[in-house]
């Protein structure tokens, strides 16, 4: 993989990170499963990540459609 495709493909692993990480936090269902079933010390980090979460979708979105489009 050359640098070029990887600085095509970033800004979506960016935006993808923060689509699944911001959908899992709103989740109630997901929540309460990660509350039973994660330790403490990963749920408290996770949990911690939510402003990393918005801020990479928006990011990512922003910086995905900018690629889209100069391509």
Known sequence: M???QIDFIFPF???FYGALLTFVLS???L???AEERLPPAI???MRA???LAWTSLVTGFFWS???LWQS
């Open 65 to 67: 459609l900018q690629n």
């Open 2 to 4: 050359i640098p070029a």
């Open 43 to 45: 749920l408290s980090q």
């Open 13 to 15: 692993v960016v935006f």
């Open 27 to 29: 989740q109630p269902r």
């Open 49 to 51: 990540h939510r402003v």
């Open 31 to 33: 929540m309460t499963l």
